[in-house]
């Protein structure tokens, strides 16, 4: 396994950071990679698979598309052997991974997986040191590359001991927007209206399926997905009052089908969940005013939002999509369990 440092290091893993001085690992740009040399209070994975963020899959695609899938694991190999992590410098987005425990620091407390559980890390790739040594397979419709290397947690990296009753790259999808479904619970009451934009993606199907049980009956539940087939999907599921087959980059187009679907009404809850970038206004344009826009999408901007409401006079709330909420893999782990036309779905998909 390689060398272990007579050193504790640093709860947030500062101890990591190679440049620049002072940062910690998410905003620096380039981590210590080298895992052969671990500390007393690191958690090492032997690394199986990348759940690389969606947005980020998405312009590593787009960025290599004459190459096919080999466009990506190029460029997957770059950043991590640039960086000393998958963190992409385009979009600023990770991902997580799945991996097995192979040594837990003797500095650590409170660990619930033992040496051997295989586990989902629940801290961004954009911060987790990684060495890839060998790319497998890519599974383009999931975002997951099959690899084997290593990577640590540090003191205050969360992660989750695998589900055994479901299979682990469903697991591993849901987890990785574990914290959209807790914070829809959050802002959505009973006969509140909700937008969904990307409502049929991977974290836009959570969401939809988390506002119909807070909303109710008396709610409504209105999704957009601008992929056929995604939004065929959502229709299927039966948890959305209206499914708009749009593109979420036009925002008065958006705003007057909403509106249609809805009888006029704005809506009170907006959730971004696009893996591209320029949906902040149409989530404005819909909101009605002290209505609340939830902006899980990790390709917002901030100031495309603030200064996009400003300019058409909204005043609303807006949220930073935070990816952790107390007790979110549980929840959402919880949500899959419980409905099972969407654990079909993404079993489908993403299993
Ligand atoms: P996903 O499964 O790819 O879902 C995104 C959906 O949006 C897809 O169905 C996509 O269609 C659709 N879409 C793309 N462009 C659109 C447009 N112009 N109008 C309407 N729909 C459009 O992605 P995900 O895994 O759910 O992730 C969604 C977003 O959340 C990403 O930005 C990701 O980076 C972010 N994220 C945030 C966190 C966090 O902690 N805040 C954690 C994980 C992920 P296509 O299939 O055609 O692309």
Known sequence: MGNVANDVGDVFGAHRVLEPPGALPQAAWRVDNDL?????????IDVETLNVDAASFRQMEEATAAEGPEGVVRLVRETVSTRGKQHNPVTGSGG?????VARIGSARSGDVA??????ATLVSLSLT????????????ASAQLDVTGQAVLFA?????VLP????????LAALDVAGAAPQVARICQKGDAVLVLGAGGKSGVICAVEARSRVGASGLV???ESHAPYAEDL???GVCDAVIGGDARDPLAVRAAVLAATGGREVDRAISCVNVEGAELAAILCTRDRGTIYFFSMTTSFTGAALGAEGVGKDVDMLVGNGFAHGHAEHTLALLRRETAVRALFENRYG
Do not use: N, Q
């Open 114 to 119: 033992t040496v051997g559980d295989r586990i």
């Open 164 to 171: 055994t009753d479901m299979p682990e790259r469903l697991a």
């Open 156 to 160: 205050t990296g969360l992660y989750a």
């Open 222 to 224: 209105i999704g957009v």
């Open 129 to 140: 040191p990684l060495r890839i040594d060998s790319i497998g397979a890519v599974r383009a």
């Open 36 to 44: 052969l040399r671990v500390f007393e209070s690191e958690l090492l």
């Open 96 to 100: 997580m991974l799945l991996g097995r």
């Open 235 to 237: 229709r299927a599921l």
